[in-house]
Structures are given as C-alpha cells and as structure tokens.
C-alpha cells in the first residue's frame, strides 16, 4: 500500500522557520521525483520545490527561492522542505507528491497545515 505521510506544519511567525517531512511507503522512493506543492482555498495547487531521484538537483518556485531548501534521504525514504524566513503569503496546506514517468505514476500526500502569522 502506497502511504505518503507529512509531518511539521504548525503556526509560525513571520521570519521564522519550520520543516517539513514527508515519509514514503509501498513503493521505490529512490526511483521517484519528489515535490512539494501548496494549496490556498479557491486557488490551484501550486508547485514549490522538486529533487529529482538520479543526481538530487533541485528546482524552486521564484516566490520561496533562497528561503526553502528541498531534500531527501534515500535511506530513510523521506523527502524535506526547510522553509525559512516565512512570510504570511506562504500560508498554506504543504502536500509532498511522488512521481515516475516510465510508467506514469503519481502519488500524494494528505498534506499538513503551514500557519504565517504574528
């Protein structure tokens, strides 16, 4: 059974930080491309940050480039967002997704509530 499991959203104030953790079960992870996306109400999912799974580069949104780092650890099948200097606007439901292409496969998280506010 595929399981995606976040964990570390919370409240947090503005220039702070938090970081977020995705477990991942019942299939490759070290054959997947990882994300983060977010979610506000009445908005599309929006693409964060991605580590590809053969040289762990790495790719961001220009709204959190040089705040949020992603990674991963292939032995412990956990991808990472650290999110620093947080502002209001990224106030989101984070959601971590695995993909492979060959063939197509898609899996999601459940996601878990980020909170920037004072």
């Known amino acids: 059974q595929v399981q995606l499991v976040e964990s570390g959203g919370g409240l947090v104030q503005p220039g702070g930080s938090l970081r977020l953790s995705c477990v991942a079960s019942?299939?490759?992870?070290?054959?997947?491309?990882m994300s983060w996306y977010r979610q506000t109400p009445g908005k599309e999912r929006e693409l964060v940050a991605t580590i590809s799974f053969l040289d762990s580069s790495t790719n961001y949104a220009d709204s959190v480039k040089g705040r949020f780092t992603i990674s991963r650890d292939n032995a412990k099948n956990t991808v990472y967002l650290q999110m620093n200097r947080l502002e209001p606007e990224d106030t989101a439901v984070y959601y971590c997704?695995?993909?492979?292409?060959?063939?197509?496969?898609?899996?999601w998280g459940q996601g878990t509530q980020v909170t920037v506010s004072s």
């Open positions: 997704k695995a993909a492979a292409f060959f063939p197509s496969r898609n899996y």
């Open positions: 019942g299939f490759t992870f070290s054959r997947y491309v």
